[in-house]
């Protein structure tokens, strides 16, 4: 089985918000020897937004502003792609992997997204898919899909420290002899599934922020003795059944044989793994409404000066990161817990006044073009 982590981080040299997204490859973890480094950057919206949801023409620019950005800084063109927050549906890999690159070629091999039970219907996450109805792609192959385990990947991202948990505390012992069960567990779900693949194409995908490591867990917790002792911990669960991985090395070495059918939209957010934490309630939905309802005016408005729309769609554009709705949540319990963590005001109806406030200042400028 080969195992793939990706660490979302915000990189020090990109500037004016942009983001990178990394897998990777744990093994190398401590090696002095850089010809064993082998992360992979992944492609993204420029902003970290909701495009996709509400804008096709946005969307389709963010990501190219944000392959230009990963081209100029380290000299690589991603060929995977994974969307804000793992927000993904079947619409999206459809479009996905309709994007061209400069050849004209099929532009992204596959996505990373969330692995929802209500998707998997009882099958495995540990698997690479594919969307229904996407033909051939990339290679020649199909457009695939790595799923994140959120259960194992919540064991630590939300869970190493919480001395309440009746695994506490997390071993990188116990945690590997987890991992290494993958290789033995069955992949459910029946016919329906399509081909069952062998064991040796198990993929176990942990996908968690790179804050993580240090901020959330401080280092007194253990995290970081933790992950640096937990490659060797997996190589020697395995008895030579595990490996780590980039996602292009999993699209491969393996077929994307399994279906992953979402007709609706997901992601990696809150309990409901869809679109409320950014669009659950009558605040955040009237301000992606009504910043979305400029866009139009602020194209127009490059056709009449185009210096002075630049800087307006620069500023649009940063308004469209997605923390800002996820500031405006006003879920209870746990996942309410977890946005206030996060939000740097007092309340969410804080943040939406702050929003709107920014906003109305926009949009005056705009009406001045």
Known sequence: MAITVEEKFESPVI??????????RYLILGSDDPQEV???????TYHHSLAFVYSREEFVEQVDMHTARIEALFGV???????????????LAHFVNGMKDASGGPRFRGALTEGVESV?????????????HTGVGYGGRPFALLLKNHRLSDDI????????????PLTPQKFARWIDGINDAGVGGGAASGAVPEAQERVCCLFMDSETFGEHHWEDTGVLRFLDELPGAVLEAGAGRNDFCTPSEAFDRFEARAVYDAPA????????????AWLGNAMQSNA??????LERRIRRAAAIDPAEAAGLLQDWR???????????????????????????????????????NVLDNLRTRVGAV
Request: glycine share 4%; proline share 5%; aromatic share 16%.
């Open 15 to 24: 500037q004016t918000g942009s983001r990178a997204f990394v897998e990777r």
């Open 38 to 44: 082998r992360d992979e950057l992944l492609a993204e």
């Open 77 to 91: 063109t991603p060929r995977v792609f994974r969307n804000t927050e793992l927000i993904y549906n079947n619409d």
């Open 120 to 132: 998997l219907r009882g099958r495995t996450p540990d698997l690479v898919y594919r969307p229904p």
């Open 157 to 168: 991202a939300f869970r190493f420290a919480n001395r309440s948990w009746s695994e506490w």
């Open 265 to 276: 939209m997901i992601s990696w957010a809150d309990t409901e793994r869809d679109l409320s």
């Open 288 to 293: 992606l409404y009504e910043l979305h309802k």
């Open 318 to 356: 940063r308004l469209t990161t997605s923390d800002h709705f996820y500031f405006m949540c006003t879920k209870e319990s746990g996942d309410g817990a977890v946005h206030r963590y996060f939000s740097p005001y007092e309340s969410p109806y804080e943040s939406y006044i702050n929003f709107m």
